[in-house]
T-cell receptor, first 110, second 114 residues
Framework: GQQLNQSPQSMFIQEGEDVSMNCTSS?????WLWYKQDPGEGPVLLIA?????ELTSNGRLTAQFGITRKDSFLNISASIPSDVGIYFC??????????FGQGTRLTINP | ETGVTQTPRHLVMGMTNKKSLKCEQH?????MYWYKQSAKKPLELMFV???????ENNSVPSRFSPECPNSSHLFLHLHTLQPEDSALYLC?????????????FGPGTRLTVL
């Protein structure tokens, strides 16, 4: 089936540093989504991307839909303690069915 | 209540028990989903209901039985589960015809099967 390869699997950074993570696939997708999951909670949608090449920001978060439609990245600038959590990419080719990456666990040292 | 709610938040059950998970969405959406999240594995889609009809069943074992009585409520009935079924079960909803790819998740039910 379709798979998303998300990297890195984990990151340990200092507060204030920038963060970058990405997802790649051998399949073409029409939509890329980025979610964040806090411990004991469900994933929360951060950014949705609907057009190849699209660059979208949400506060300190910036995500891009790769021009080949096979990848996407998420950047977090000037990280703060509340950025800690697991970040998931997700992609969809048809209606109503998301495929998820394995997640990137972000840990921040104060 | 707002968003997507799930009850119970935690459940411990034996392999011979029967239990049900409940999900309710307060967003006016018309599609609902069940996902399974296991440690170190991507979220796995289990069931999709669109306009109260099941449209997706991802080869889920019959010991999991979904029910969608209306567009706001979704249940997952569990019986004779196995220890490997222990996981976080997440419910989500979206609006078909809108930005339907934007699924909104509940907090999940942490299930432990003994």
């Amino acid at each position: 089936g379709q798979q998303l390869n998300q990297s890195p699997q984990s990151m340990f950074i200092q507060e204030g540093e920038d963060v970058s993570m990405n997802c790649t696939s051998s399949s073409i997708f029409n939509t890329w989504l980025w979610y964040k999951q806090d411990p004991g909670e469900g994933p929360v949608l951060l950014i949705a991307l609907y057009k190849a090449g699209e660059l979208t920001s949400n506060g300190r978060l910036t995500a891009q839909f790769g021009i080949t439609r096979k990848d996407s990245f998420l950047n977090i600038s000037a990280s703060i303690p509340s950025d800690v959590g697991i970040y998931f990419c997700a992609a969809i080719q048809g209606a109503q069915k998301l495929v998820f990456g394995q997640g990137t666990r972000l840990t921040i040292n104060p | 209540e707002t968003g997507v709610t799930q009850t119970p938040r935690h459940l411990v059950m034996g392999m011979t028990n029967k239990k049900s998970l409940k999900c309710e969405q307060h967003l006016g959406h018309n599609a609902m989903y069940w996902y399974k999240q296991s440690a170190k594995k991507p979220l796995e889609l289990m069931f999709v209901y669109s306009l109260e009809e099941r449209v997706e069943n991802n080869s889920v074992p019959s010991r999991f039985s979904p029910e969608c009585p209306n567009s706001s409520h979704l249940f997952l009935h569990l019986h004779t589960l196995q220890p490997e079924d222990s996981a976080l079960y997440l419910c989500a909803s979206s609006q078909v015809g809108g930005r339907e790819n934007e699924q909104f998740f509940g907090p999940g039910t942490r299930l432990t099967v003994l």
